[in-house]
C-alpha cells in the first residue's frame, strides 16, 4: 500500500518569504499527485494535481509544484506567501491501477504567515 | 446545489449511541467517497462507491462502520454503538471520473462523550 509523508507539521513564515513544503510517497508504480489546502474553518479545496507531462505544475494562488519521479517527491512552492495562505496543507496520492483511485494522504503541513 | 453537502456539520453522541451522517454529492458524479479524518492528521480513506455499488469498503476501521449510497446519489455513512476513539470529522468527496481532484464537502465533525 502506499504511503504519503509530509515532513514539516508546522512552518512559520513572515509575509514574502518562500514557502517550500515536503511531500515524499512510497509506491513503485504510475501516481497522480495533489495538493489540498484547507484554510481555517472551510472545506479540503484542490491546488494543483499532476497526471502527467511537464513535471513542474502550477495551480491556484501562486503556488506550484514539482515532481521528481527519481526522488518520489512533490513538494510544494510558492516564491512570495502573503498573510492569506494561513491554512493547512495536504499531500495526497493516487496509486492508479487502486480500486476505487482513492486518495491516500500525508499528514498535513499548518502553515502560519505572519503579517 | 454547486459542492457536496454534508449534514449535519457537528454531532455530539454519546457512546453507545448510533449515528447516521448524510452526504449529498454534486449532481451527476458517479463516484463518492468517505474519509475519516482524526484531530492533527490527514484524511483517510473509509471506502468508495461508484453509483450504488460498494466497490472497496477496506478502510472501514471495523463492522460498527456501514455505508450505504442506495440510488447512486446521497449516501448515509452509520456508526453504530460509537466509542470515543470514533471522534474525527468524517468527509465526503465525489468525482465524475474517480481519477482525481475530488470535490470536498465541509465534514461532519462527530464527538462521542
Known amino acids: 500500500a502506499q504511503s504519503v509523508s509530509q515532513h514539516n507539521h508546522h512552518v512559520i513564515l513572515s509575509e514574502a518569504a518562500s514557502l517550500e513544503l515536503g511531500c515524499n510517497y512510497s509506491?513503485?508504480?504510475?501516481?497522480?499527485l495533489f495538493w489540498y489546502v484547507q484554510y481555517p474553518g472551510q472545506h479540503l479545496q484542490l491546488l494543483l494535481k499532476?497526471?502527467?507531462?511537464?513535471?513542474l505544475v502550477k495551480g491556484i494562488k501562486g503556488f506550484e509544484a514539482e515532481f521528481i519521479k527519481s526522488k518520489f517527491s512533490f513538494n510544494l512552492r510558492k516564491p512570495s506567501v502573503q498573510w492569506s495562505d494561513t491554512a493547512e496543507y495536504f499531500c495526497?496520492?493516487?496509486?492508479?491501477?487502486?480500486?476505487?483511485?482513492?486518495?491516500?494522504f500525508g499528514g498535513g503541513t499548518r502553515l502560519m504567515v505572519k503579517p | 446545489g454547486a459542492g457536496v453537502s454534508q449534514s449535519p456539520r457537528y454531532k455530539v453522541a454519546k457512546r453507545g449511541q448510533d449515528v447516521a451522517l448524510r452526504c449529498d454529492p454534486i449532481?451527476?458524479?458517479?463516484?463518492l467517497f468517505w474519509y475519516q479524518q482524526a484531530l492533527g492528521q490527514g484524511p483517510e480513506f473509509l471506502t468508495y462507491?461508484?453509483?450504488?455499488?460498494?466497490?472497496?469498503k477496506s478502510g472501514l476501521p471495523s463492522d460498527r462502520f456501514f455505508a450505504e449510497r442506495p440510488e447512486g446519489s446521497v449516501s448515509t455513512l452509520k456508526i453504530q454503538r460509537t466509542q470515543q476513539e470514533d471522534s474525527a470529522v468524517y468527509l465526503c468527496?465525489?468525482?465524475?471520473?474517480?481519477?482525481?481532484?475530488?470535490?470536498f464537502g465541509s465534514g461532519t465533525r462527530l464527538t462521542v462523550v
Open positions: 449532481s451527476g458524479h458517479v463516484s
Open positions: 499532476y497526471f502527467s507531462g511537464d513535471p
Open positions: 468527496a465525489s468525482s465524475s471520473s474517480g481519477t482525481g481532484g475530488y470535490t
Open positions: 462507491f461508484q453509483n450504488e455499488a460498494q466497490l472497496d
Open positions: 495526497a496520492v493516487n496509486a492508479l491501477g487502486n480500486a476505487g483511485n482513492m486518495l491516500t
Open positions: 509506491y513503485g508504480g504510475t501516481v497522480n
